[in-house]
């Protein structure tokens, strides 16, 4: 088994995502290698994989190193013991071949998109989310990836919930994602550079620092609550202070990233 392996800058990481998952649409592994660089990583036998060439043109000004490496044949195993059940306050959060736990859960399948709720930022944003008031108001999840965050939300009684995401796998990973937690959650195909802005009480915005200031400069008319993250802890400051009506409420910070919790006064 190859494991082909692409290091970008972190600053242009959304972009070359979204083009490396043209050529390989069945998912990437992302892993961090320092605050300026992230990993992306696809699996498969020779002849299977993209096209080195074909790489390096997707990935543009972005790409830092491509290099592929043989794996040991029982990768996909070792590959799921990876994921492991994660506890999160009252929220257990794990992938469906481990056995169910008590109280509130999310299932997510790793396989189906990028995002399983292990990311520090993601747990963050779901430590904030835990924090609020449970009530019936709608949401808007951007850049909404296998779902985490708005199944979490529609489990916690939120609701309506819409997911948005430039990307068809993240949309379909979010409505099987949902289905099989037994929650219903919309999911749309949506550029959050030239669309509309979603409009919802309450937005989750698990993005990258260049996407929340554009967000940021484009939004008039603010939501009730937000709650962004994707963000280095030095990040947090600058992008709090953009959006203009909102006030920080609370922070969280963990292994270097950081997600902030801004409300309307």
């Known amino acids: 088994m190859i494991r082909l392996a692409v290091r970008v800058d972190r600053e242009h990481a959304e972009l070359a995502l979204a083009e490396l998952l043209v050529l390989a649409p069945g998912g990437v592994e992302e892993v961090d290698v320092s605050d300026a660089v992230v990993e992306y990583a696809v699996y498969g036998a020779e002849g299977e994989l993209p096209d080195l060439g074909d790489v390096r043109a997707a990935a543009g000004d972005a790409l830092v190193d491509v290099r592929s490496t043989v ?40 396989g189906q998109a990028f995002g399983t709720g292990m990311h520090p930022t993601t747990r963050l944003c779901l430590e904030l989310l835990l924090e609020l008031p449970r009530e019936r108001v709608a949401v808007a999840d951007l850049g909404c990836g296998s779902g985490v965050l708005g199944i979490a939300a529609a489990k916690l009684g939120f609701g309506p919930v819409d997911g948005y ?19 219903t959650v919309g999911a749309h195909r949506w550029d959050l550079r030239r669309d509309p802005i979603p409009q919802a009480p309450l937005v989750l915005a698990n993005l990258l620092r260049p996407l929340l200031l554009e967000l940021a400069a484009r939004t008039t008319d603010p939501p009730r609550t937000l709650i962004a993250s994707g963000l280095l802890a030095d990040e947090a400051d600058e992008v709090a202070a953009a959006f203009a009506g909102l006030r920080e409420d609370d922070r969280r910070e963990r292994d270097g990233w950081a997600a902030v919790l801004l409300r309307r006064p």
């Open 71 to 110: 794996v040991a044949d029982d990768w996909a195993d070792r590959w799921r013991e990876f994921h492991r059940p994660l506890q999160i306050a009252s929220l257990h959060l794990r992938a469906p071949w481990h056995p169910p736990a008590d109280g509130l859960e999310v299932v997510i399948d790793p």
């Open 165 to 183: 995401d430039h990307e068809a796998e993240s949309v379909e990973a979010t409505l099987a994602n949902a289905r099989a937690n037994g929650v």
